[in-house]
């Protein structure tokens, strides 16, 4: 009785002996929360692997969505402009228009096809054969293919091209481009919507388990209580559990993410090594990590609290 009761009291302590009080009574119920969870390994460890599974997917779509838009990236960086000339324009004028080009910042090459060149790939694209032989006039004009600098604002490009004398026609396909930002933004916002609903999903997981061992300890609570144990002394050892919970269901989804892109990591080789590229899967950053495992333990304390603090509102224990 007299040990619940200074418990209770230690928060008075002036100074530096109050301080170190503190420090041992919240180290005390930091680790001996950890052995509550031990104490019950089944119990402890399926609620481990449901907050685990639980955060999985919307970490594994952050993942998905970080190296899409990083292979989004890389397309843009490989756009090409294809610059039609007039009809009018000759080879000297075509090459010092293509000199001019390239002498930009914001275009890294330009590589001047003439009318012949073009119609003699033309001519194997399509399988004509001898048929581009008897063409005695050539129809096809200058076409100057300009490779942007990967920060180069494209529609400006585009837009600054079609004024130039001599050019005819731009042609750049941005509309799939386009439409992958969307779905990319598409797909940011269904994360975020996943990430705070299944953050709620933690937090009344942890809940749903701290009551029931809030249940098991009923008595336990009553008598402390009766002997003049504070709501702060019997509501800690449950926020920590709360917190390990949190903390170890967030360490597991982690664990279950990087065993997925392991899992993915030779196939994705194959199919990028069959397209010449050499993209790879990227793991979660550490801030995302860190996000991950400490907001879902800072979860775990806010479910622990509440249905603790309901539970000691009917026990009644002083404050």
């Not at 838009?69 to 000759?90: C, H, I, K, P, Y």
């Not at 949190?246 to 199919?271: E, I, M, N, Y």
């Amino acid at each position: 009785m007299s040990k619940s009761r200074g418990q209770g009291r230690l928060d008075a302590l002036p100074g530096s002996a109050g301080l170190r009080a503190w420090a041992r009574r919240h180290a005390y119920s930091f680790f001996s929360s950890l052995g509550s969870l031990t104490r019950q390994p089944l119990a402890s460890a399926m609620t481990i692997v449901v907050l685990g599974v639980a955060l999985t997917l919307p970490v594994a779509l952050h993942v998905t969505l970080d190296n899409v838009q990083r292979l989004a990236d890389g397309w843009e960086r490989m756009d090409t402009l294809s610059v039609f000339l007039n009809q009018s324009v000759d080879d000297a004028g075509a090459m010092q228009l293509a000199t001019r080009l390239a002498s930009r910042g914001d275009i890294d090459t330009v590589d001047p096809i003439s009318p012949d060149t073009g119609l003699a790939e033309l001519s194997g694209q399509l399988a004509l054969g001898e048929l581009s032989e008897q063409i005695d006039d050539n129809p096809l004009p200058w076409v100057l293919e300009v490779d942007p600098m990967p920060t180069t604002n494209m529609p400006d490009l585009v837009a600054e091209l079609e004024r130039e004398d001599g050019v005819d026609l731009v042609i750049v396909d941005l509309a799939w481009l386009e439409r992958l930002d969307a779905m990319v933004a598409l797909l940011e916002q269904l994360v975020l919507l996943l990430a705070v609903l299944f953050a709620v999903g933690v937090a009344f997981i942890i809940a749903n388990t701290i009551r029931m061992d809030i249940q098991n300890r009923r008595e336990e609570i009553e008598v402390m209580a009766l002997v003049g144990a504070t709501a702060a002394f019997i509501r800690r050892p449950f926020l920590y559990s709360g917190l390990w919970y949190g903390l170890l269901g967030g360490a597991l989804a982690w664990l279950l993410v990087r065993l997925g892109l392991l899992l993915l990591t030779a196939p994705v080789a194959r199919l990028s090594g069959s397209y010449a590229s050499q993209f790879q899967l990227y793991s979660p950053s550490v801030e995302v990590t860190a996000l991950l495992i400490l907001g879902a333990g800072l979860f775990g304390i806010v479910g622990s609290w509440l249905v603790v603090g309901q539970h000691l509102r009917i026990i009644g224990p002083s404050r």
